[in-house]
């Protein structure tokens, strides 16, 4: 047999080899990445969950404990009117909610869903004490500016009134609105 076809048939079946190896490992490559997109989404979704069970906690709070409940009805009468006690439960609680609301947006919760944060707003500022708390401290809580935009269009809303300029403002946003 003569050398040149011996050295020509082993570079063919080499070639093939490579093209076999190489076609293996693209398809590993996609198997990983449909493998990294569904862990990816799995993440997601237990973000989410974790996130609403928190605020479910938050909420079920003023149900299920009798002093939180308590303290939670006094907001209608203002916060000036609370106890010092009764002032730092209260506004503990609200910051709570704004703190999980933030977390909620910056996992990406319903962020293409604004009333789901109307209504998460509104009830946020369903009384006196609540919109007290906005203007003093919740409004600087809040770290994006869609969200803060959304909370002001809910305040001037129930308040009748705009925000003042005398509201907190964030000390910086992050940068996704």
Known sequence: MDTD????????????????????LAGQLVLQR??????HSDAERELT???????QDHLNS????????????????GLDSLSPSEHDGLTTHFRMGYLITNNEWS????????????????????????REYYVKTGRAILNRA?????ADEVFE?????????????????????
Request: hydrophobic content about 45%; glycine content about 10%; charged content about 20%.
């Open 5 to 24: 076809l011996i050295v020509a048939v082993a570079q063919i079946v080499t070639g093939i080899a490579t093209l076999v190896v190489a076609l293996f």
């Open 34 to 39: 449909k493998f990294l997109n569904r862990a």
């Open 49 to 55: 969950l974790s996130s609403l069970s928190l605020f």
């Open 62 to 77: 003023r149900v299920v404990n009798e002093s939180v409940r308590n303290l939670y009805s006094k907001r209608h009468e």
């Open 107 to 130: 996992l990406g919760r319903a962020r293409n869903f604004p009333g789901y944060y109307i209504k998460r707003f509104q009830g946020y500022m369903d009384s006196i004490g609540g």
């Open 146 to 150: 869609k969200l803060v935009e959304i």
């Open 157 to 177: 809303e129930l308040d009748g009134n705009p925000v003042p300029d005398s509201a907190g403002k964030a000390i910086g946003f992050v940068s996704q609105s």
